[in-house]
Every structure is written in structure tokens, then in C-alpha cells.
């Protein structure tokens, strides 16, 4: 079974990467794999627990964060591809060669609060074009729409480590042989369903939510005795990957509105290196993507660290969502 089974480069030489981008993506997937032995240990490599520190965020970063941060971080900088990296767990741009092609940016760990519990967890990667017009550690290198993203996916790393990865064509999922060490291509073309019964919300902020985003999850919660005529399923994983991969696998929406908890920050996820990224993985799959008003692909980013509402899955009940917002 697993010799018939398309290895990543062949798969990727498919979807017209060139040799410099593909061997950045094998930097990313090697230092992926690092990571994964360690979360497989867990205890054991002594990678559960929080630091004393607090990231650029303002929140307090795990052990594992400032692990993966560094493994991907070190692979990165060895890259003579890289002109520049971004992470949740960087304050500032890094600079890396002058010469480089590309710029990375990603969140090394999300889902943080899933490390301690054995939950899903995963590293978010984006790659765009450098740009030669501002230096390498110019934080307008990252300043570039999700559109523009050369190549955009996640490790997941769950009961099974998967790569799910898209470089401008079909969104695909490869999953980590161990006996390898390679990740082997098993779902070539992931497709999200149109429709769905389930959406994916942390409910607790729910008396945050303005009153249209209120009257979308009630008339959901209402069921077939609502509006809605159908029962609907709520899932949270506290991982964005973990429920991004289960909508693109099973169908759903997945949510992080815009909220009044702290003026200072009126949504939780970062456009950079979550809302991006999985944008173009949900587009690429057939799925929509939006903050409350617009294509998330289209947001001209103004910081780092910059935040946004999401709201993303399956095409038609995203219309639905956005329909209230309106
Ligand atoms: P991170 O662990 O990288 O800080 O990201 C956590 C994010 C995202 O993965 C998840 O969807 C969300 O925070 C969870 O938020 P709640 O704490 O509201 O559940
Ligand atoms: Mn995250
Ligand atoms: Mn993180």
C-alpha cells in the first residue's frame, strides 16, 4: 500500500514548485518532523509546562512554543532561500540572507493550550515572494496580501502527523509515514462540502459577539425547530488546526468573530500566519474565507502581529454567516 503511494516532491513537481521553493518547503517539513518526535514524547522530552515569559502577544509562552519556535527557526536561518522569517513568538522580522528568494512566516505551536493534554496541535506556515524594494528585516516584507502567498499549509500533529499544503493549486494531504520518515500523499485533492451541520465557536465569548453575529449561532442552536429547519453540531477543538482539518475533511465553519471582551483587541486570530494561510488552504479547497466584511486573501496587512476576525468552511453556510454580519 504505502510503495504505491506519491512521495512530496514528485507530488509538488506536479503542481509546478521549482527546486528552491520545494527544497524551503522540505526545510519547513524537516524541522516539522523534529517537532513531532518531541510532541510524541511528551513528558518524556520534557516538553510540557509553561516558561516564565511572555510573547510580543502578551501571552504566556509554553515550552513547546519556544522549542518549535526555535527548531523552525534554526532550519530556517541555514536556508540561503530566506531572506526573512515572522513568528508568533518573534517580537521583530528576523532577517536571514540577503540573497534569498523568499520570506516565511509561521505559528511555530497553535493550540497551545491542547500541549499538556495530549490534544491536536500543529505548526501554521505561509512563504511569499521577498520583496527587493525594502530591506530583509523590513517589516514590509510581510505586508503582502494572502493572495500573494507562494505556498501556504499546517503539520498537524494528532493521532496521526499530517502535512496538509497547498502551492497554488489543489489543496492536498500527506501524512507522515514513521517507518520512513516521509510524508506519503493521501488525500490528493481535498474538497469541502458546500453545505454542513456543523460549526466550530468558543461559545464562552458569546456575550461578547455583536447582536448579528448573536442572532447567527441562535437561529444554528435553534435547530429544526428554527429558522434554520436543520440540527446543527458545535465542535472546538481550542486548536485552530485541529478544526480547520476537521472542516476540510467532514465540511463545517469554523469562527472567531470580532469581540468587546478587550477594546485594545477586538479579534483573537493573527492574519499573518493563521487566518492567511488557512485561507488560502479553505480557497484552495473550494471553501470561502472572510473577516466580517471581506475576502481575508484580500486584507492589505498594515502589522506583525496584526489580528482578525475569521470566519471560514464550507461555501454556502459561510454566505449564510455573512449574511447576518451584513
Ligand atoms: P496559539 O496557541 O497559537 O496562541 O493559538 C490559539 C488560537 C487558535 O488556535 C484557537 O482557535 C484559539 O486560539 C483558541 O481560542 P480559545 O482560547 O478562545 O478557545
Ligand atoms: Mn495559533
Ligand atoms: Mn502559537
Not at 465540511?251 to 494561510?277: C, H, T, V, W
Request: charged share 20%; proline share 4%.
Amino acid at each position: 500500500m504505502q510503495s504505491l503511494m506519491q512521495k512530496l516532491t514528485p507530488s509538488l513537481r506536479a503542481d509546478r514548485v521549482n527546486p528552491e521553493l520545494m527544497r524551503l518547503i522540505n526545510t519547513i517539513l524537516d524541522a516539522s518532523k523534529d517537532i513531532a518526535i518531541s510532541v510524541s514524547q511528551g513528558a518524556l522530552a520534557g516538553i510540557l509546562g509553561s516558561t516564565q515569559h511572555e510573547n510580543v502577544q502578551g501571552e504566556t509562552q509554553k515550552k513547546l512554543d519556544v522549542i518549535a519556535n526555535q527548531i523552525i527557526k534554526d532550519a530556517l536561518l541555514k536556508n540561503p532561500q530566506v531572506r526573512a522569517l515572522a513568528s508568533e513568538e518573534e517580537d521583530d522580522v528576523v532577517a536571514g540572507s540577503p540573497t534569498g528568494a523568499y520570506v516565511v512566516a509561521f505559528d511555530p505551536l497553535d493550540g497551545s493550550s491542547n500541549i499538556d493534554i495530549n490534544g491536536q496541535i500543529g505548526t501554521i506556515f505561509t512563504i511569499y515572494k521577498a520583496r527587493n524594494d525594502v530591506p530583509a528585516n523590513s517589516e514590509l516584507q510581510f505586508q503582502q496580501q494572502g493572495k500573494q502567498q507562494v505556498c501556504a499549509g499546517y503539520v498537524l500533529y494528532g493521532a496521526s502527523t499530517l502535512l496538509v499544503i497547498t502551492t497554488g493549486g489543489p489543496t492536498r494531504c500527506f501524512t507522515l509515514d514513521s517507518k520512513s520518515n516521509q510524508f506519503l500523499l493521501t488525500v490528493p485533492e481535498l474538497a469541502i462540502a458546500k453545505d454542513t451541520q456543523e460549526f466550530a465557536v468558543n461559545m464562552a465569548n458569546q456575550r461578547f459577539w455583536n447582536s448579528r453575529f448573536k442572532d447567527y449561532i441562535s437561529d444554528l442552536i435553534s435547530g429544526e425547530t428554527g429558522i434554520r429547519k436543520k440540527r446543527f453540531n458545535m465542535r472546538w477543538n481550542a486548536a485552530m488546526v485541529g478544526d480547520v482539518h476537521r472542516l476540510l475533511i467532514r465540511g463545517g465553519i469554523f469562527m472567531y468573530p470580532s469581540d468587546s471582551r478587550d477594546p485594545k483587541q477586538p479579534a483573537k486570530l493573527r492574519l499573518l500566519y493563521e487566518a492567511n494561510p488557512m485561507a488560502m488552504l479553505v480557497e484552495n479547497a473550494g471553501g470561502k474565507a472572510f473577516n466580517e466584511s471581506e475576502r481575508i486573501l484580500d486584507i492589505v496587512p498594515t502589522t506583525l502581529h496584526q489580528r482578525v476576525p475569521v470566519i471560514m468552511g464550507s461555501a454556502n453556510e459561510v454566505d449564510s454567516c455573512l449574511i447576518y454580519l451584513r
